[in-house]
């Protein structure tokens, strides 16, 4: 029942570890997005594919890859995990690419790196 | 695009009293001004939005305003209730227009 569902939850790994957040959503959008919202609650775009085209890569390091298999699907992979990293990552759908089409979120995945 | 700033960054006010946010932005070619809330442990969800060729709009207790020559706009909630509590982000749109850019939040207490 849940439109925009992200897993895991919580995510808790060591500095140099590789980790991989999962998105989907049933909305039947065509646009999915990731958002990372810091300590201070900053949210920023990371990334954004419509319709499994990448349409967004804002300064991203290239530690994180997203993937989106089919257009339900967005998950986000980061390799070499730093510090910094610890944030919430948001995931986000939208019915068309344009950036005034509203935005559902999931509900977060906290990665903690220690 | 980009460049949003939104004021204050903590509000506090009693129930039944009135809130007020504001944003202002840099680009005058912006054209869309959405208000995420997000309540704790929950992803950002839009409870209203305004386009530049509109000066205000309402949906119950909450409106928006924009001034589009002072580069600003408002949201403002009425007869505040406790489960407004919650951090309500500004937003326009990035230059390539593709995504959103958001104010730093602005996290709303209303005491019983």
Known sequence: ?114 | GENVEQHPSTLSVQEGDSAVIKCTYSDSASNYFPWYKQELGKGPQLIIDIRSNVGEKKDQRIAVTLNKTAKHFSLHITETQPEDSAVYFCATLIDSGYALNFGKGTSLLVTP
């Open chain 1, 1 to 114: 029942d849940t439109a925009v569902s992200q897993t895991p939850k919580y995510l808790v790994t060591q500095m140099g570890n590789d980790k991989s957040i999962k998105c989907e959503q049933n909305l039947g959008h065509d646009t999915m997005y990731w958002y990372k919202q810091d300590s201070k609650k900053f949210l920023k775009i990371m990334f954004s594919y419509n319709n499994k085209e990448l349409i967004i890569n804002e300064t991203v390091p290239n530690r994180f890859s997203p993937k989106s298999p089919d257009k339900a699907h967005l998950n986000l992979h980061i390799n070499s995990l730093e510090l910094g990293d610890s944030a919430v990552y948001f995931c986000a759908s939208s019915q068309t690419y344009r950036g005034d089409s509203p935005l559902h979120f999931g509900n977060g995945t906290r990665l903690t790196v220690t």
